[in-house]
């Protein structure tokens, strides 16, 4: 068995590669039970969640990836959210690897955007605007500009400062960067959106979309969460990574379900429908398309799997 720090995952895991053991994994399937959540009491402190994530597929490969959640450790300079990740035979249960989930998160995520972003944005979407300046965006950026060609970087934050910073530090990916302040003039100009923040109340509002653009949504993974609003999810042609999370996690869904004006059947398809020939994507060039992803273990299987591969 082996082990696999964080820049281990990191160089196994290339986007192009890993964008298509994604769409791999979609098109064949797999078993994924539904995610379990444990409360652990903490003595003198907030309590604890371990959060168990499985999936395997018939007689090659299980994984589950394991998250812990401590809320107080910020307050002894350590991260509140670990994880890692362990893959096993599926026909014997041995242990094959363990692996840094918190990078295998972080790329299988923004790869499955793209891959969303491969069969929904123009082909010639050149302008990306990404709202937020998180661990994931630079992931963002690079997986979105890996199926588009992407040569106008906007940057977006709640600091400007942060924003900043991002686009120094995106400069030898895309040739033309800039971090900007006002949102909804970035918006306007852009060819794709790409959002990864933990907004509870909407940044994205839908009177600022424009025709062909495509809108990327992977912040919110609580009903309580959103990132847009719900006039941009009904202006928009709408797919998500999978109906079971997206319509029980994803607040800009949920929310626009529960106030009537959304049914589950707007959702026009999944990835994996997408992805087997099920469903033709946007409909047109002027269409504006909307993903939503609150993630799924068969992303981290198949990012797992890669990473196997790629270290044999």
């Known amino acids: 068995?082996?082990?696999?720090?964080?820049?281990?995952?990191?160089?196994?895991?290339?986007?192009?590669?890993?964008?298509?053991a994604i769409e791999d994994a979609f098109r064949e399937g797999a078993t994924v039970p539904q995610r379990s959540q444990y409360?652990?009491?903490?003595?003198?402190?907030?309590?604890?969640?371990?959060?168990?994530?499985?999936?395997?597929?018939?007689?090659?490969?299980?994984?589950?990836?394991?998250?812990?959640?401590?809320?107080?450790?910020?307050?002894?300079?350590?991260?509140?959210v670990r994880a890692t990740y362990v893959i096993m035979d599926a026909n014997t249960g041995a242990p094959r690897g363990i692996l840094d989930g918190t990078e295998?998160?972080?790329?299988?995520?923004?790869?499955?955007?793209?891959?969303?972003?491969?069969?929904?944005?123009?082909?010639?979407?050149?302008?990306?605007?990404?709202?937020?300046?998180g661990k994931l965006a630079p992931h963002m950026i690079l997986a979105h500009a890996t199926v588009?060609?992407?040569?106008?970087?906007?940057?977006?934050?709640?600091?400007?400062?942060?924003?900043?910073?991002?686009?120094?530090?995106?400069?030898?990916?895309v040739v033309d960067v800039a971090a900007v302040e006002n949102l909804e003039e970035a918006v306007r100009r852009s060819d794709i959106i790409s959002c990864a923040t933990l907004a509870k109340e909407p940044l994205l509002h839908g009177e600022w979309l424009q025709a062909g653009q495509h809108v990327d949504l992977v912040g919110s993974f609580t009903p309580e969460m959103r990132e847009a609003d719900t006039e941009a999810v009904l202006r928009s042609e709408l797919f998500v990574d999978t109906h079971?999370?997206?319509t029980?996690?994803?607040?800009?869904?949920?929310?626009?379900?529960?106030?009537?004006?959304?049914?589950?059947t707007d959702i026009r398809a999944d990835l994996a429908a997408l992805v087997r020939?099920?469903?033709?994507?946007?409909?047109?060039?002027?269409?504006?398309?909307?993903?939503?992803?609150?993630?799924?273990?068969?992303?981290?299987?198949a990012a797992a799997k890669l990473v196997l591969s790629n270290s044999a």
């Open 104 to 133: 295998l998160t972080l790329r299988r995520t923004a790869a499955a955007s793209a891959l969303a972003s491969k069969y929904l944005s123009r082909p010639d979407s050149r302008t990306l605007l990404m709202v937020g300046t």
């Open 248 to 264: 029980t996690e994803a607040g800009e869904i949920v929310q626009a379900i529960r106030a009537g004006k959304l049914a589950q």
């Open 39 to 80: 409360p652990v009491a903490v003595p003198n402190a907030t309590s604890g969640s371990l959060l168990l994530m499985p999936a395997w597929t018939s007689g090659e490969f299980l994984g589950v990836k394991i998250v812990t959640v401590f809320p107080d450790n910020e307050l002894h300079g350590m991260a509140a």
């Open 277 to 301: 020939g099920e469903h033709a994507g946007r409909s047109s060039a002027e269409a504006i398309t909307l993903f939503k992803s609150v993630g799924t273990a068969l992303e981290d299987l």
């Open 148 to 173: 588009r060609p992407i040569s106008k970087l906007l940057l977006w934050g709640r600091r400007i400062d942060a924003a900043k910073a991002l686009a120094d530090e995106m400069r030898d990916a």
């Open 1 to 20: 068995m082996r082990v696999f720090d964080a820049d281990s995952v990191a160089n196994s895991l290339p986007y192009d590669q890993l964008i298509e």
């Open 244 to 246: 079971a999370g997206a």
